[in-house]
């Protein structure tokens, strides 16, 4: 039976410490509260933004009033938290918007690596048509040039032809894949 006396006058202890506390809160941003909010303004230049500072401070400190210890008079404690907040709201915007232009910077880089890629598939398939448009000997020089990686002395072997000859053919083909592919700008 005791126990439960004692229990009940540490709840009721509590409660008349949590009330007051409440009046001394109310009492605080009532007394604080509009300047508090001309301050946060005067760092914000915007009404809604200097109004949510206001409550995220207030918020702060009645969050924190069973621990929170103001040293010296709240009008200078509320100056330091709007100073605080807004720098903190102010490294947080730059954060962000760091963030939106290394986004926007990597999406830019992927639609330039997706154009380049068109781009170069693109000319690929004009090469491809270019080279079918070749005289047959020419063509066939070509592509064991190119596609097989031989070289001219390799060429001319395979097909029974001078080194010289091989070597005008492909002057020959590329100045023809030259002059039809400037279109492309590559």
Same mark, same amino acid.
């Given at each position: ?49 200097? #109004?949510?500072?206001?409550?995220? %401070?207030?918020?702060? +400190?009645? &969050?924190?009033?069973?621990?929170? *210890? $103001? ?32 986004? #926007?910077?990597?999406?830019?880089? %992927?639609?330039?690596? +997706?154009? &380049?890629?068109?781009?170069?598939? *693109? $000319? ?63």
């Amino acid at each position: 039976m005791i126990e439960g006396i004692v229990l009940f006058g540490l709840s009721l202890i509590k409660a008349i410490f949590a009330l007051m506390t409440a009046r001394e809160f109310e009492h605080i941003y009532r007394t604080h509260g509009k300047k508090l909010f001309r301050i946060c303004l005067v760092f914000v230049k915007d009404e809604n933004r200097a #109004a949510e500072m206001v409550q995220d %401070i207030f918020c702060s +400190i009645w &969050e924190r009033r069973q621990t929170l *210890q $103001v040293k010296g008079n709240w009008e200078h404690y509320l100056y330091r938290a709007a100073k605080f907040k807004y720098c903190n709201n102010y490294r947080d915007s730059m954060s962000e918007q760091r963030s939106l232009a290394t986004y #926007a910077t990597a999406q830019k880089e %992927i639609v330039d690596n +997706i154009e &380049e890629t068109v781009h170069y598939n *693109q $000319v690929l398939d004009q090469v491809e048509q270019l080279v079918e448009q070749l005289p047959p000997k020419r063509k066939e020089v070509y592509k064991l040039s190119r596609e097989k990686g031989l070289s001219s002395r390799e060429i001319s072997q395979q097909l029974h032809i001078s080194e010289k000859t091989v070597k005008n053919q492909l002057t020959k083909s590329l100045a023809f894949l030259k002059v039809n592919l400037a279109p492309y700008d590559c």
